[in-house]
């Protein structure tokens, strides 16, 4: 299986995905992105997000120690929208209202941190953030996603360490799907896709990259990205709010080894979108929900070359060429200390 190209199916979203690692061996000569030194001051007078500056908005950041949290000045949702005189539902027209809020949360006032170079108590404090967002924001919301757009070359708009919670009254592509797909295998088979997943996942040990008492990295059987990983808690969860104090900090220190061990893989601040993926809060039981994050990595071979998801990618589906399985031993190999540090 490891040579011949294949299509692996995501039961996931409900989508294939074609592998060709046969085609690890070809030379690249395309676009190499520029690789920039980190050489972050710990403030930037003139960052947008660091303790008590001015932002683009017009607002003043409050002189914060922790973690900090703010509307997005340019949310790309609004709490109320007005759109009474576009309404449209014939077959080929649809329209559909939605409201929402946009928020960012600054991880850190240490403006040359990530969350890989944080400590394990930060990282805690932005795991409680993600659960305190996540909880209000569902009391008003069907969905809420928790994010982190890391590195330039994923268009993170300021390198200084922070993500993003979007919040609105439908429920979002992705979340759909998996949503949809959940809830089928679990009418059919009375148990959890994400679950029944994992078990299978430990008894094959192909693609676990690292574990602790609570929690599982894994790289996906139908991974899209290279280097592309899941993490999940190795119980039924559906939701943030379920998580015990201990489960919450395992999550953070398994999540300073996983970021860690990505940075070391190209000795580099390693660049990816990641995000939570948990039970939506539309007033349904939802036993058929697995909480779990998404890491989504755009490096192919090194800090320089990435891979680019278009041609036969966009307009057939997507491929990969070195397999889930090798990334995982890939990733499992690494060292747990930052390469900064030795
Ligand atoms: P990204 O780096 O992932 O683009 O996130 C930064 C967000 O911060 C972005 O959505 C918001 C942008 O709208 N922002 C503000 O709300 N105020 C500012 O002063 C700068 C950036
Ligand atoms: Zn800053």
């Not at 939605?98 to 990282?123: K, W, Y």
């Not at 069907?142 to 300021?158: A, D, L, P, T, Y």
């Not at 036969?312 to 397999?323: G, K, P, V």
Request: one cysteine or more.
């Amino acid at each position: 299986m490891n040579r011949q190209p294949h299509r692996r199916y995501n039961p996931l979203i409900g989508e294939w995905v074609l592998v060709s690692p046969h085609r690890t061996k070809r030379p690249w000569q395309g676009k190499e992105e520029s690789q920039h030194k980190d050489d972050r001051p710990e403030y930037d007078a003139e960052c947008y997000l660091c303790p008590s500056n001015k932002r683009a908005g017009g607002f003043t950041n409050p002189k914060y120690e922790n973690t900090f949290v703010f509307t997005n000045d340019f949310s790309a949702l609004l709490p109320e929208s007005n759109n009474d005189g576009i309404s449209e539902n014939s077959d080929l027209f649809k329209i559909e209202n939605l409201t929402g809020e946009c928020r960012v949360i600054c991880f850190s006032p240490r403006h040359n941190l990530t969350l890989a170079q944080m400590d394990v108590e930060s990282i805690r404090k932005v795991v409680d953030v993600w659960d305190e967002q996540i909880a209000e924001l569902g009391k008003k919301y069907k969905w809420v996603q928790v994010f982190e757009n890391r590195g330039e070359i994923m268009g993170s708009s300021n390198p200084h360490p922070h993500g993003q919670v979007w919040a609105s009254t439908s429920l979002p592509n992705e979340a759909s799907k998996e949503n949809l797909n959940q809830r089928k295998y679990f009418t059919e088979k009375e148990s959890i896709l994400l679950v029944d997943y994992l078990e299978k996942e430990f008894e094959k040990k192909e693609r676990i990259v690292f574990e602790n008492e609570h929690w599982v990295v894994l790289v996906p059987f139908w991974a899209i990205w290279p280097f592309e990983t899941m993490l999940l808690p190795k119980r039924h969860v559906q939701q943030f709010a379920q998580l015990t104090d201990e489960e919450k900090e395992s999550l953070s220190s398994i999540l300073k080894i996983h970021l860690t061990k990505y940075d070391n893989l190209f000795s580099t601040s390693f660049p990816y979108t990641m995000g939570w993926h948990g039970t939506p809060f539309d007033g349904e039981d939802n036993q058929h929900w697995q909480l779990h994050a998404h890491f989504y990595p755009p490096l192919l071979r090194s800090a320089s070359v990435k891979k680019f998801m278009v041609g036969y990618e966009m307009l057939a589906e997507a491929q990969r060429d070195i397999t889930a399985e090798q990334a995982a031993v890939k990733l499992r190999e690494l060292s747990e200390i930052h390469f900064s540090e030795t």
